[in-house]
């Protein structure tokens, strides 16, 4: 396997294209040797789900797309970012805040932490922003 590979789609910011990205990941990851029923393939299915979701629901008619990057490096690290064009950034919501929705990013942080990883939100060029999952790729080496 090479040291450094990318994949990666443009979505339209609509409540389809969840599901679209989410088995676009499972199709890649699965490609780059993930073995789809581990505790670790769900995780990543679920903070895909959530960070799209977030992408079409928050974004409020303002980014018609979103973008999702795959990127692996040295068989290490899985970096998983969702890109739209709005410039509102991810809040934190106070835990005493009892609502039905709104939940995505505490699932988003608590996967990642549990997956020994972290997450990071870049601004892009147009002036929305990429919210980056890093996480230790822990998936045996295929020979």
């Known amino acids: ?23 676009y990941v ?8 993930m073995v ?15 960070l ?3 992408a079409v629901q928050h974004t409020f008619g303002q980014s018609p797309t979103f973008t999702v990057d795959l990127r692996l490096e040295r068989e290490e690290q899985l970096r998983l970012g969702v890109t739209d064009s709005h410039p509102r950034w991810p809040r934190r ?15 988003i942080r608590t996967l990642t932490k549990e997956c ?4 990071i939100v870049t601004p892009t060029a147009d002036g929305g922003k990429t919210v980056w999952i890093a996480l230790p790729w822990s998936v045996p080496v295929q020979s």
């Open 1 to 23: 396997m090479a040291d450094h590979q990318e994949a990666s789609v443009t979505l339209p910011s609509e409540p389809v294209a969840v599901s679209a990205a989410r088995r």
């Open 26 to 33: 499972d199709r890649v990851l699965g490609e780059w040797g």
């Open 36 to 50: 789809a029923d581990t505790d670790f393939a769900d995780s990543i299915r679920l903070i895909v789900s959530e």
């Open 52 to 54: 799209a979701t977030n």
């Open 93 to 107: 919501l106070p835990a005493a805040v009892q609502q039905d929705n709104g939940r995505g990013m505490v699932i």
């Open 116 to 119: 020994g990883g972290r997450l």
